[in-house]
């Protein structure tokens, strides 16, 4: 069996600013060290070139050629950066056995060499080139110590070679410790700039969904971020706001009430609080600051709000406890409408004058339309409890429309039934939706015609087969266009005796149970229609 030969990782390409740098060494290198050899005929001092000034002439050359082509040194092998940096070392090897007098000058060399070598190959390769380093440097200096030996001198010294290659391997160290070192950190720059990119983009994707507006301002009171629902209640384009950020304009170019009202605030009150309320294009907004940090240095935050939102807010919290304390007041009223019901009855039992028996009817009708107003309020208090089920429309409506004409007591011919032979299935409250439809269809017949087909009752699937619309037809006056706004408001009736509460307690059961009750009105009549999510099979 084969073993798996394990993956290559491929080299890293060498950095661009790197070897523009290393490319400008190596020309100045050479340039000073031709330089070197030119100055004598500069003096009007001529002698015959040496071969060291032709090696330092194609030297020179190889530098200039290498610094205007740098780019295509990044290959994927490093093979050719790899020969051309040995050829770096093994060219100032040849040149510190050439050039006697500064040898140790130009030894100096091969550490600066090792250094933008060990960057350029991510001090993967440092202590090889230090290697060639050493050796070249160790077969120069054995070169000189056996010319002095055959010349007769006794010449072994070693320790500037030595000094010189452990400078090197120091230096190769060091270049591969700072460049690992280098390296992890722009590696953890790199992921925490992806996480704050990351982190910066789901702050903008959360502002931009919030229902209020947000400007986000620097300590110079400059724009620096927004989102649509700000330029919305501000009544400003998008594009304004957007050339504001990338202009840096102030705040008070766009909304000078705004920068008015911060310039005002206490630095104290620059924190969660209450919203101050400001009329701004004839709209009233609710405007907060929120301080960054302690103070202003690092910007702050505006939040803007709908006031006539925040004034539905506490209108539906009022609403809810008011709720609350009218459910329990109804129970406390039960009791005793329940001793005066029983007592007129008794009354009306025993033979009395007319006059006596009207008054106590009339304490009846009221005992009555109290306890039904009661029911209503009831009710509506329990419209979170409820007990849904599944069941058949088609058999639900057809006892339901039985049961109401008999107890209405009206004829079939006035008001019809129409349902589709496929049968459906829904889930809903039977209560709730029993006591919606009842509503309904009582409210259609009282202000229908109460003729042959003035009341319709009929069961219809949408387009998608994923509701079931009921309709409620009347051929009535329709509705009055002054009344339609407040149609479902609680104890809005054109009725005497009416409570008020029977539409407002109908969709308040239909959104409890998720269906949604609308309605359409004309002179020729008014239409309820109630859309429920039908059980798919």
């Not at 490319?23 to 005929?41: D, I, N, T, V």
């Not at 620097?218 to 706001?241: I, M, P, V």
């Not at 009831?378 to 057809?398: A, G, H």
Request: proline share 3%; aromatic share 8%; net charge neutral.
């Amino acid at each position: 069996m084969a073993s798996a030969l394990p993956a290559t990782v491929p080299e890293k390409t060498p950095d661009l600013q790197h070897l523009r740098l290393y490319s400008l060494y190596r020309l100045c290198a050479s340039g000073m060290l031709l330089g070197s050899q030119l100055w004598p005929y500069f003096r009007h001092t001529f002698a015959e070139p040496a071969y060291v000034f032709w090696a330092l002439v194609v030297f020179f050359f190889y530098a200039l050629t290498v610094s205007l082509s740098f780019r295509h040194l990044q290959f994927k092998s490093g093979i050719a950066l790899k020969l051309q940096t040995s050829l770096d070392i093994a060219v100032i090897v040849v040149m510190m056995h050439f050039l006697q007098s500064s040898q140790s000058g130009i030894g100096l060399l091969l550490i600066i060499n090792i250094i933008f070598a060990g960057l350029i190959s991510d001090g993967r390769f440092a202590m090889f080139y230090a290697a060639i380093a050493t050796i070249g440097i160790l077969l120069e200096n054995t070169h000189q110590v056996m010319k002095h030996n055959l010349l007769g001198d006794n010449y072994s010294d070693y320790s500037s070679a030595v000094l010189l290659s452990i400078s090197c391997f120091a230096t190769a160290w060091l270049a591969q410790t700072l460049t690992t070192r280098m390296q992890s950190s722009e590696k953890l720059a790199s992921e925490r700039g992806q996480d704050i990119e990351q982190l910066a983009r789901t702050n903008a994707l959360i502002t931009q969904e919030m229902p209020n507006g947000v400007l986000v301002i620097d300590q110079h009171q400059r724009l620096k971020h927004y989102n649509f629902q700000a330029c919305k209640l501000l009544g400003l384009e998008d594009s304004q706001c957007l050339e504001a950020v990338r202009s840096q304009a102030a705040l008070s170019l766009l909304t000078p009430a705004i920068t008015q009202l911060l310039q005002t605030a206490p630095a104290n009150k620059l924190a969660p609080q209450d919203a101050t309320k400001l009329t701004i294009n004839n709209r009233d907004l609710g405007i907060r600051f929120h301080a960054i940090s302690e103070n202003m240095d690092n910007g702050v935050v505006i939040f803007i709000e709908d006031w006539s939102q925040i004034q539905t807010q506490a209108h539906q919290v009022k609403l809810a406890a008011l709720g609350r304390l009218t459910a329990n007041i109804a129970h406390e009223i039960r009791n005793p409408l329940s001793a005066i019901s029983h007592a007129t009855q008794l009354l009306q039992e025993d033979s009395i004058e007319p006059g006596t028996e009207r008054m106590l009817q009339i304490i009846s009708d009221n005992v009555q339309r109290l306890d039904q107003i009661i029911k209503d309020v009831l009710e509506l208090n329990r419209r979170d409890r409820t007990n849904q089920e599944q069941f058949n429309i088609k058999t639900f409506m057809q006892e339901f429309y039985q049961q109401f004409c008999a107890v209405e007591k009206i004829d079939p011919h006035n008001f019809t039934l129409s349902i589709p032979e496929k049968h459906a299935t829904i889930v809903f409250d039977r209560r709730h939706i029993n006591q919606i439809l009842w509503n309904l269809c009582k409210n259609g017949w009282r202000h229908s015609k109460q003729q042959s087909r003035s009341l319709q009752l009929k069961v219809s699937g949408d387009k998608s087969g994923q509701f079931i619309h009921v309709t409620i037809k009347d051929d009535g006056n329709g509705i009055d266009p002054k009344i339609q706004p407040h149609l479902f408001e609680p104890f809005m009736t054109t009725e005497k005796t009416g409570t008020g509460l029977g539409l407002f307690i109908a969709r308040e059961l239909a959104e409890a149970n998720g269906a949604k009750l609308d309605y359409s009105s004309t002179a020729s009549g008014t239409q309820f229609s109630l859309t429920i999510k039908k059980v798919i099979v």
